[in-house]
């Protein structure tokens, strides 16, 4: 059976070369790993994403004044200043690397720009999700195991 971390390994390459399709052999494993062309499944996902986003983010945000007046400014006010780390594919969200294994990051935690903070699944690949920004973690918006959509927010965090 192949370690899980050489295989880890092996996806990590596929991702930074760009590559579509890895077959290693020798005389004990034998190890293939496919996945679809990473320019064109972005371009299909990318629109009907954006397309169902932006009529969803207004209704709720106009008719929160109308229904509890104080509501809507403390909701906007809790997150100005924030920075986003939101999702850069569709997948599954996991917290942690393994089920049994504590999560990458919890809520006040120091993040970096290379900080991983979480996995999403995505075709049977599991795609390391970096901070990309510098601060602590104010807020996780998803749980382990949720789905998630291109550009959804999964993390709020205070800039340092």
């Known amino acids: 059976m192949i370690d ?3 295989l880890k390994e092996l996806i990590r390459l596929m991702s930074s070369n760009d590559l579509v399709e890895l077959d290693l052999r020798d005389k004990d494993e034998q ?3 496919r996945r679809p062309n ?3 499944a972005p371009q299909v996902i990318h ?3 954006h397309m169902a986003a932006a009529p969803a983010a207004p209704a709720p945000v106009a008719a929160a004044p109308a229904a509890a007046p104080g509501a809507a400014p403390a909701a906007a006010d809790s997150t100005a200043g924030l920075l986003k ?3 850069p594919m569709v997948g599954t969200f996991y917290a ?3 089920p049994d294994k504590p999560a990458f990051i919890t809520a006040g ?3 970096g720009p290379g900080t991983v903070v979480c996995l999403v699944e995505a075709m049977k ?3 390391e999700i970096n901070a990309g920004v510098s601060g602590t973690v104010e807020r996780i918006l998803v749980k382990s195991g949720d789905p998630v959509e291109f550009g959804q927010v999964l993390f709020l965090v205070k800039p340092s």
């Open 38 to 40: 990473p320019v064109a």
């Open 109 to 111: 935690a120091s993040v």
């Open 4 to 6: 899980i971390r050489k």
């Open 31 to 33: 190890v293939t790993i």
């Open 96 to 98: 942690s690397p393994a």
């Open 85 to 87: 780390i939101e999702s």
């Open 47 to 49: 629109a009907p994403v």
């Open 125 to 127: 690949i599991f795609n």
